[in-house]
């Protein structure tokens, strides 16, 4: 794992730059084309970020901007699992 500080993502939303703990990585996997939340960062596709927030999540899917950085729809599941994961 590195761990180099000045290497930010930024969020989709809100557009501030923040470290990778602070964000969560959504990604579409290459191979199966499905959007997957990326927690241990193994699949690899195209990624977008999401500040660990409710405001940042709801904003976004309420602009479908996930959607369309990842050209591809989200499941009603995916959506579920996100605010599942920001309840941690
Ligand atoms: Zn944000």
Redesign the pocket.
């Known amino acids: 794992m590195q761990q180099n500080k000045k290497f930010l993502r930024q969020?989709s939303?809100?557009?501030?730059l923040k470290s990778k703990e602070e964000l969560i990585r959504i990604t579409r996997d290459n191979k199966t084309k499905e959007i997957k939340i990326n927690t241990n960062n193994k699949i690899y596709g195209r990624s977008v970020y999401?500040?660990k927030?409710v405001?940042?999540l709801e904003n976004a899917l309420k602009k479908k901007k996930i959607e369309k950085l990842l050209s591809s729809n989200l499941t009603e599941n995916i959506k579920e699992e996100l605010y599942t994961v920001l309840k941690k």
């Open positions: 969020c939303d809100c557009k501030k999401i500040c927030n405001e940042c």
